[in-house]
């Protein structure tokens, strides 16, 4: 399963009997999904425009599997006693797809701070033991990506010869905060292009930003459980520099 996604280093974690799920019940979403993750590409000048949020690569993502009819949904649900509600509770997911006899819902966290997995997973957990969804899923940066982010930003700067802060211009307006992190990080590290890449990173894509490592050890917690879970790790190959 997810095998042409496994052999250009995406990585897949299936939990609490997705797989079987997957297999038995929704093989569509399979091929919908490895579909669409697999032209996945992020010129890597991408990642820098905007200071490092949500950029065109996670856009165009969300609309090939909006193509495939995974849309946004905002389920509702209500309690009663007596036929008197007495609790109402929304789950607004991004992209959401009902097939035979069972409903995916699949968050997209590229770059939002790590607590926001709690909240997915939570969802995710509550949705299904109301019986609203049989999966969820997050696709996040992997680990590979998360850990050649600085190496990524330095070739940025060969390639577009950053070698002080008024050639950022191109891509975006420091504030003056981020030109301080630049200047004290370019004198512990010899060079502009290193000081404000490692510095770049560690502001805009630090480590309690949404990553692999970080989704993995929630669900090792626990976090989400019984839902079944698939997880899917962009890697650095799907990044063109």
């Not at 496994?6 to 093989?27: P, Q, S, Y």
């Not at 006693?81 to 991004?94: A, L, R």
Request: a negative charge; proline letters at 3%; glycine letters at 10%.
């Amino acid at each position: 399963m997810f095998e042409e996604l496994r052999e250009k280093n995406f990585e897949v974690l299936a939990l609490h009997h997705a797989e079987a799920i997957l297999t038995h019940d929704m093989g569509g979403a399979v091929s919908e999904i490895e579909a669409a993750l697999s032209e996945v590409r992020i010129p890597v000048e991408e990642l820098v425009r905007g200071g490092g949020g949500e950029g065109q690569g996670t856009q165009r993502l969300r609309k090939a599997l909006a193509a495939f009819g995974w849309k946004k949904h905002n389920f509702q649900i209500q309690k009663t006693v007596d036929g008197v509600p007495k609790e109402s509770i929304s789950h607004e997911i991004d992209h959401v797809k009902a097939f035979t006899g069972s409903t995916f819902a699949l968050e997209i966290e590229w770059n939002n701070k790590d607590p926001f997995y709690d909240r997915d997973l939570e969802n995710f957990k509550r949705l299904h033991a109301e019986g609203a969804i049989s999966i969820g899923g997050i696709v996040t940066r992997g680990k590979s990506l998360h850990e050649g982010m600085r190496d990524l930003m330095e070739r940025v700067a060969e390639k577009h010869g950053i070698d002080n802060v008024e050639k950022l211009a191109p891509f975006y307006s420091p504030t003056t905060r981020q030109k301080r992190l630049y200047e004290a990080a370019e004198e512990r590290m010899g060079s502009f292009a290193k000081g404000w890449a490692r510095a770049f990173v560690a502001d805009k894509f630090g480590e309690a930003t949404t990553h692999w490592r970080k989704l993995d050890d929630r669900v090792r917690r626990g976090v989400g459980n019984p839902c079944p879970l698939l997880l899917i790790g962009l890697p650095i190959d799907v990044v063109q520099v």
